[in-house]
């Protein structure tokens, strides 16, 4: 099994910046790849980024591209997600997945059904 935890998330202004980690503990031996995704009150969870295991290929959706960074520290199992240039409609619970690369099935980095574990959600809000 695999525990996500969440931290940095909080409360900002309109244009500043934010940096999330999700840090894995358990089964972390294995490799794994990782996605953020967010999900806004009335809204669907929405995927945000994705990570490969080596942190050598990082995928964005268009709403965050260019605002938003992702990397990972495999030593620490740690993973973070940097936001910058907020706006409000960037408020939302922000969570963390994990999935082993050597799960069956295909990948799609930006299905939130491709994932084997979940943080618990963070919430983030940007006032305008």
């Known amino acids: 099994q695999v525990h996500l935890a969440e931290s940095g998330g909080g409360l900002v202004q309109a244009g500043g910046s934010l940096r999330l980690s999700c840090a894995a503990s358990g089964r972390t031996f294995t490799t794994y790849s990782m996605g953020w995704f967010r999900q806004a009150p009335g809204k669907e969870r929405e995927f945000v980024g994705a990570i490969s295991w080596d942190g050598a290929n990082t995928f964005y959706s268009d709403s965050v591209k260019g605002r938003f960074t992702m990397s990972r520290d495999n030593a620490k199992h740690t993973v973070y997600l940097q936001l910058n240039s907020l706006n409000p409609e960037d408020t939302a619970v922000y969570y963390c997945?994990?999935?082993?690369?050597?799960?069956?099935?295909?990948?799609?980095?930006?299905?939130?059904?491709?994932?084997?574990?979940w943080g618990q959600g963070m919430q983030d809000t940007v006032s305008s």
């Open positions: 997945a994990l999935r082993w690369i050597s799960t069956a099935g295909s990948y799609t980095y930006s299905s939130s059904n491709s994932y084997n574990y």
